[in-house]
């Protein structure tokens, strides 16, 4: 069965850190521009970070020097590994991931658009204390 599955959201503290993994099933992850998104109860979905086929990383000004996108090829995955978490952090994050897209990550996270053929179920994220 071809799908995505986010992983490794919950609750946290802020400050706090969480590792978001994003499986594909059915299908090469290293083939694929992925990108996350998150969309807050009553805000529209924001791209959060992208990471293009060649490796290219684009982050929005919100969690710059606090996520980092990195692919593990092994695993099959794509994680975003989120630091000095906040509460404005909150919100349900998506994975989706696309193949046949070769524009730089920061055209791919900026573009109203992207033509993702995958997105995943989402798993939710809490920064409370």
């Known amino acids: 069965q071809v799908q995505l599955v986010e992983s490794g959201g919950g609750l946290v503290q802020p400050g706090g850190s969480l590792r978001l993994s994003c499986t594909a099933s059915g299908f090469t992850l290293d083939y694929h521009a992925v990108g996350w998104y998150r969309q807050a109860p009553g805000k529209e979905r924001e791209a959060v970070s992208c990471?293009?086929?060649?490796?290219?990383?684009y982050y929005a000004d919100s969690v710059k020097g606090r996520f980092t996108i990195s692919r593990d090829s092994a695993k099959n995955t794509v994680d975003l590994v989120m630091n000095s978490l906040k509460p404005e952090d909150t919100a349900v994050y998506y994975c989706a991931a696309v193949r046949f897209f070769l524009m730089p990550a920061q055209a791919q996270c900026t573009m109203p658009h992207p033509p993702y053929d995958y997105w995943g179920q989402g798993t939710q994220v809490t920064v409370s204390s």
């Open positions: 990471i293009s086929r060649t490796g290219d990383t």
